[in-house]
């Protein structure tokens, strides 16, 4: 995925009520490549962010944490899926979220939200993502 920063559009989207409890959904068709939105929020180090807690700190290395939590980062809402149709970007220590795959209007948006934070938050209350295979044991 090559994303060029300097040219974004944000895709349209739509908060949602979902199997998983909120999501975002798509409000437009979307081609695979497709920019959609970004995460955006506070910069915060790894310490920082552990003081802190919560559940939308975006760990970009162990010097960069962005804090989503505030309202106005509608990627929060973006749910984890074990078959992401959206993938993440990291450039320059910004988080961008694009489309792996074709993607109607109307259809919910997920990512993979890796192992870590799936084992810590996800796997106690069991993955919600709705596939019959999940990504992580
Ligand atoms: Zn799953």
């Known amino acids: 995925m090559k994303l060029n920063i300097q040219?974004?559009?944000?895709?349209?989207?739509?908060?949602?009520?979902?199997k998983a409890g909120l999501g975002l959904v798509a409000d437009q068709d979307l081609n695979k490549g497709d920019?959609?939105?970004?995460?955006?929020?506070?910069?915060?180090?790894?310490?920082?962010?552990f003081a802190r807690g919560g559940m939308y700190l975006f760990e970009i290395n162990k010097n960069l944490t962005i804090d989503?939590?505030?309202?106005?980062?509608?990627?929060?809402?973006?749910?984890?899926n074990c078959k992401p149709n959206c993938?993440?970007?990291?450039?320059?220590?910004?988080i961008f979220i694009s489309t792996k795959k074709?993607?109607?209007?109307?259809?919910?948006?997920?990512?993979?939200?890796?192992?870590?934070?799936y084992k810590?938050?996800?796997k106690p209350q069991g993955c919600k993502c709705g596939n019959e295979k999940h990504l992580y044991k």
């Not at 040219?7 to 979902?18: E, I, Y």
């Not at 989503?68 to 984890?80: C, D, L, Q, S, V």
């Open 87 to 94: 993938e993440v970007e990291i450039k320059q220590k910004r």
């Open 120 to 122: 810590e938050h996800i």
């Open 68 to 80: 989503g939590t505030n309202r106005k980062n509608t990627a929060r809402y973006i749910n984890h």
């Open 7 to 18: 040219k974004l559009q944000p895709a349209k989207v739509k908060v949602k009520k979902t």
């Open 35 to 49: 920019f959609v939105i970004e995460y955006v929020g506070k910069a915060m180090t790894e310490k920082e962010a």
């Open 102 to 117: 074709k993607i109607a209007k109307g259809e919910e948006l997920g990512y993979d939200y890796g192992k870590d934070f």
